[in-house]
């Protein structure tokens, strides 16, 4: 309980930071704290496996990318200037649609939608359940279509990604190469 | 910890997301912000399997195929980010208003 809500507080906070600092770069480390906080989080929803996907690819993938897309590119010198307007239009809405969808939540018996009875499982059958053999079973086996896909996928971003970015590679960057004639 | 907690955790995630995607200008920031929202949905799955559904454990499939096309989606999104960065010099979305009618 006292570990869960811990967790649940590590993840606000960083999503808070990484929404709301100005610096590009303190947000990309807030987004770090809240991914770690949510891999954490995994971990006591029961599967160390996607926690340490999560690790692995979002904080040791995603983030570093982020970093690297900023600090090579010197766009963290532009400090984005937000209007004070669309700030407070941009949280009404959010507000709202937190307070439509959490009266949602509230308000549904969620025992009742449990299709046998939640808990009929003891732990060991959960873990069973659980474990990384079924995963790779069923990634394989039930969902092998949707894998092979999903691999297909990621081969066409890194392509694409690699063509969309070394396209005007030979041209100048006019920001950059201005920084260094200085 | 019951399911409720967890999923109004997902909620405020989430909402805490769609206030980055609407408040900033920056294209990283909109970005993280969709990190965030992408976030919220693995742990909404995660939950309702943990609670409802222990038996098959698709919420973890789900949560691997959410982890595996966002990987796919930040770099297309990191490099579309670069290409606009070299060609203006600037990432600010109201900037780019080359489709407008």
Same mark, same amino acid.
């Given at each position: 309980m006292m570990a869960s809500g811990l967790v649940m507080l590590i993840s606000v906070a960083g999503a808070v930071v990484a929404v709301g600092v100005k610096n590009i770069v303190h947000a990309i480390f807030g987004l770090g704290v809240s991914l770690a906080g949510l891999a954490l989080a995994f971990l006591l929803l029961g599967t160390p496996f996607v926690a340490s996907m999560q690790v692995l690819i979002y904080i040791g993938g995603i983030t570093i990318a982020m970093v690297f897309a900023v $600090? @090579?590119?010197? $766009?963290?010198?532009?400090?984005?200037?937000?209007?004070?307007?669309r700030q407070v239009l941009a949280a009404i809405v959010s507000v709202l649609f937190f307070a439509a969808m959490a009266s949602v939540v509230v308000g549904t018996d969620f025992g009742a939608l449990s299709p046998s009875g939640s808990g009929t499982l003891t732990p060991d059958e959960l873990e069973a359940a659980w474990s990384i053999k079924a995963i790779g079973r069923a990634l394989l086996d039930h969902y092998n279509v949707a894998f092979e896909l999903l691999s297909? !996928? @990621? @081969? @066409?971003?890194? !392509?694409?990604?690699?063509?969309?970015a070394a396209r005007h590679a030979q041209e100048p960057d006019p920001v950059f190469d201005e920084e260094c004639d200085q | 910890m019951t399911l409720e907690a967890w999923i109004l955790f997902a909620l405020v995630l989430f909402c805490i997301g769609l206030y980055g995607v609407l408040s900033r200008r920056n294209l990283i920031a909109i970005l993280i912000g969709v990190e965030l929202m992408l976030n919220a949905v693995s742990v909404n799955a995660l939950a309702f399997n943990h609670f409802l559904a222990p038996d098959p454990a698709i919420g973890q499939i789900f949560?691997?195929? %959410? %982890?595996?096309?966002?990987?796919a989606e930040a770099a297309i999104v990191l490099s579309i980010i670069l290409t606009v960065y070299r060609q203006r010099g600037d990432i600010n979305v109201y900037e780019l208003t080359d489709l407008r009618g």
């Open positions: $600090m @090579l590119s010197s $766009m963290g010198k532009h400090e984005s200037r937000e209007g004070y307007r297909v !996928v @990621l @081969l @066409l971003a890194i !392509v694409g990604a690699i063509t969309i | 949560v691997l195929f %959410i %982890i595996g096309l966002a990987a």
